[in-house]
């Protein structure tokens, strides 16, 4: 699979986003992303309980754990590699987590603003 240059929102390199939890859509720790990431998993994200309980809501469960898929299940804390449009969908409910933007890869920006990234920044 193809990876994009690996570039965060601030236009420089992109920093790991997790190990543990592996995250990433090539499970590489970081945000990076390609032509066959159709979901845009670029937003480096610290999960919270108000997030992962609208994601469960949304349809989209990833505090429960798929051993059948190497997926332990997330927790509050953990970082993730989210779906960009799903962490707008989050802000837009108000309950967007917080964002590592040195870790939050640049093709971010073609689905959310970079002043709603750095609003919600850590």
């Known amino acids: 699979m193809m990876k994009l240059a690996?570039?965060?929102?601030?236009?420089?390199?992109?920093?790991?986003?997790?190990?543990?939890?592996?995250?990433?859509f090539f499970r590489d720790g970081?945000?990076?992303?390609?032509p066959m990431d159709r979901g845009?998993?670029?937003?480096?994200?610290?999960?919270?309980?108000?997030?992962?309980?609208?994601?469960?809501?949304?349809?989209?469960?990833?505090?429960?754990?798929?051993?059948?898929?190497?997926?332990?299940g997330l927790k509050p804390g953990d970082q993730w590699c989210l779906c960009a449009?799903?962490?707008?969908?989050?802000?837009?409910?108000?309950?967007a987590p917080k964002v590592r933007l040195a870790a939050t890869h640049q093709a971010t920006l073609a689905v959310v603003p970079l002043e709603i990234l750095q609003a919600n920044a850590r």
């Open 30 to 34: 970081c945000c990076n992303t390609g």
């Open 85 to 95: 449009r799903r962490f707008l969908e989050a802000h837009d409910e108000g309950a």
């Open 40 to 72: 845009l998993h670029t937003v480096c994200a610290t999960m919270t309980a108000e997030f992962l309980a609208l994601s469960k809501y949304l349809g989209n469960d990833l505090s429960t754990p798929r051993p059948e898929y190497g997926f332990v």
């Open 6 to 24: 690996s570039l965060n929102v601030l236009g420089e390199a992109l920093e790991p986003c997790s190990t543990d939890p592996v995250t990433g």
